[in-house]
Nanobody, 127 residues
Framework: QVQLVESGGGSVQAGGSLRLSCAAS????????MGWFRQAPEKEREFVAG????????SYADSVKGRFTISRDNAKNTVYLRMTSLKPEDTAIYYC????????????????????WGQGTQVTVSS
């Protein structure tokens, strides 16, 4: 069982930066692949970034590649999403997700792959 709590959201102007954090509790975080997803109003939840439980493999949506960076600190049971050069179209609720796995180098990108979800944190980017 893994519990996830996101933080770090807020309102910024276009071109600004934010760092989201996702604090995890539970015994399986160290062997959980993690992901960030987002959902804008009236849109489906979409993949943003994923990281393997070892931290060695990452994946990004094309829309954020080169601007966002996912990382994790297993000693702190925390995964991060560093967001730079933010655009108004990045406005959404951002969700952290976890998938228990023994595959250390595997990341996941589909919502259906993940077992646990946080409550989300709002990110608003104004032009």
């Amino acid at each position: 069982q893994v519990q996830l709590v996101e933080s770090g959201g807020g309102s910024v102007q276009a071109g600004g930066s934010l760092r989201l954090s996702c604090a995890a509790s539970g015994r399986t975080f160290g062997t959980a692949a993690m992901g960030w997803f987002r959902q804008a109003p009236e849109k489906e939840r979409e993949f943003v970034a994923g990281v393997s439980w070892s931290g060695g493999s990452t994946s990004y949506a094309d829309s954020v590649k080169g601007r966002f960076t996912i990382s994790r600190d297993n000693a702190k049971n925390t995964v991060y999403l560093r967001m730079t050069s933010l655009k108004p179209e990045d406005t959404a609720i951002y969700y952290c997700a976890a998938k228990a796995t023994f595959l250390g180098s595997t990341y996941y990108t589909r919502t259906a792959d993940f077992d646990y979800w946080g409550q989300g944190t709002q990110v608003t980017v104004s032009s």
